[in-house]
């Protein structure tokens, strides 16, 4: 009778403890999922403000050029003068 209580409980306990490594490999995976996901938002978020720098350095750069060129029409209007 011993035997057979030992052995129910002993069955018990590995049936128990194998369900517990299921939910803890489901709840790791999922939080893999999610550190995954966290990741790819902050890749998102450098590849944003590497594009925002790059459009305000064009803009910056036409400025700059059309400056230029109305500087170079002032100078030949002068010397048209």
């Not at 590995?14 to 369900?19: A, G």
């Not at 995976?29 to 995954?36: F, H, P, V």
Request: proline share 0%; net charge neutral.
């Amino acid at each position: 009778m011993k035997k057979l209580f030992v052995t129910g409980f002993a069955a018990t306990l590995i049936l128990s403890s194998c369900n517990k490594d299921e939910k803890l490999q489901t709840a790791s995976l999922e939080q893999q999922k999610l550190d995954y996901q966290v990741r790819q938002i902050e890749l998102e978020k450098q590849k944003l403000a590497i594009e925002k720098e790059k459009i305000s350095f064009e803009k910056q750069k036409d400025s700059l050029n059309k400056i230029e060129e109305e500087k170079e029409a002032e100078r030949k209007a002068e010397a048209n003068s």
